[in-house]
Nanobody, 129 residues
């Protein structure tokens, strides 16, 4: 099993920054792919960014077009933590943000909700004008 706990959400003005953290535990091979999703009421959960690392020092990252150049996903394997650095935030970035994990490269490349096995409880991000 894999457990995921998000933190770092909050309220910020447009143009500001936040860093989300996801503390992970459990079988490492089940979380080679780590992702961040977001969801607003009435809309589908959207894959924002993902990072894949199966071993060694090679990492592959994927981003939704709407956050490229503003968001950065990274991970600290020693701390079993994945981060989402969010800069130049916009009101449309407001959502509940979820951390997710899966063991497959396919999940990372697709960033589709149905391809991820494990989920955190979410952390709210609110961006105001």
């Amino acid at each position: 099993q894999v457990q995921l706990v998000e933190s770092g959400g909050g309220s910020v003005q447009a143009g500001g920054s936040l860093r989300l953290s996801c503390a992970a535990s459990g079988d490492r091979y089940k979380r080679y792919c780590m992702g961040w999703f977001r969801q607003v009421p009435g809309k589908e959960r959207e894959g924002v960014a993902s990072i894949y690392r199966s071993g060694g020092n090679t990492e592959t990252t994927f981003y939704h077009d709407s956050v490229k150049g503003r968001f950065t996903i990274s991970q600290d394997n020693a701390k079993n933590t994945v981060y989402l650095q969010m800069n130049n935030l916009k009101p449309e970035d407001s959502a509940m943000y979820y951390c997710a994990a899966d063991g497959t490269y396919g999940a990372c490349s697709s960033r589709q909700r149905g391809d991820f096995t494990y989920w955190g409880q979410g952390t709210q991000v609110t961006v105001s004008l």
